[in-house]
């Protein structure tokens, strides 16, 4: 038992002949047409993986096996900061307004920083803290926004690509529901993904601990990458 592929060759003439007399029926492929018409058929070694797209299945089949195998890490990112009424709030690089804000070595914008963790977790590349040290002066007041942008480009260059990002603020205030779209934007493009592959939800403390008094705000995040393209 042999298992036919495409090309059969075969001089034109023969096979046409071979065609036209075949029986009643319509024969399996033009090997067996050639057989019953007395002619020898000779077989060589093939290959299972070349694969004849005759339909869209035969193209997924055929893409699957050009992607390679795939390579996907999931990273976690969490953190704090407590408030600070003297500077401005900025969750996932949107500023709110009559809000009080987070202290921190940077902007303190721990919805980016949770993220960045994540990233650079699954990516194997440490964190922000050994990215961007709290005691070195260049990070001071940085924009996460910026710093989100570098470590997007550090995780490219090392052959990651984030595929989505999952983000739960827990605080007791500002209510981020009316702002959820703008914030999803903005994360988004800072690691060069689309909107859509970006989570947001939110959550209290139910007055519980310092986060549920206000005395500061957290972020979980989680980060699935993928290695070798977009």
């Not at 057989?35 to 020898?40: I, V």
């Not at 440490?126 to 989100?148: C, K, N, Q």
């Not at 942008?149 to 260059?157: D, F, Q, Y």
Request: glycine residues 14%; contains cysteine; hydrophobic residues 40%.
């Amino acid at each position: 038992m042999r298992l036919a592929q495409t090309p059969q060759g075969s001089v034109r003439t023969r096979l046409v002949e071979a065609l036209t007399a075949f029986g009643p029926g319509v024969p399996t492929d033009e090997a067996a047409a050639l057989e019953q018409a007395g002619h020898r058929v000779v077989t060589v070694d093939g290959d299972p993986e070349n694969i004849k797209i005759t339909c869209a299945a035969d193209f997924e089949v055929v893409r699957r096996g050009l992607e390679g195998p795939v390579d996907l890490r999931v990273g976690s990112g969490f953190d704090i900061h407590r408030i600070d009424a003297s500077r401005p709030l900025v969750l996932g690089g949107v500023r709110f307004e009559n809000e009080p804000g987070l202290a921190g070595h940077s902007d303190a914008d721990v919805l980016l920083h949770a993220a960045m963790d994540a990233v650079l977790g699954a990516a194997g590349e440490g964190d922000i803290g050994r990215l961007f040290p709290p005691d070195d002066d260049r990070w001071a007041g940085a924009d996460s926004y910026v710093l989100a942008e570098t470590v997007s480009r550090k995780i490219n260059g090392a052959g990651f690509y984030v595929v989505n990002l999952d983000l739960t603020l827990l605080a007791e205030r500002p209510k981020i529901g009316p702002r959820s779209g703008e914030i999803r934007a903005r994360v988004a493009a800072a690691f060069g993904i689309d909107p859509g592959r970006v989570g947001l939800k939110a959550t209290t403390l139910e007055k519980l601990g310092s986060l549920g008094r206000h005395e500061g705000i957290a972020c979980q995040a989680v980060a699935l990458l993928s290695r070798g393209g977009p």
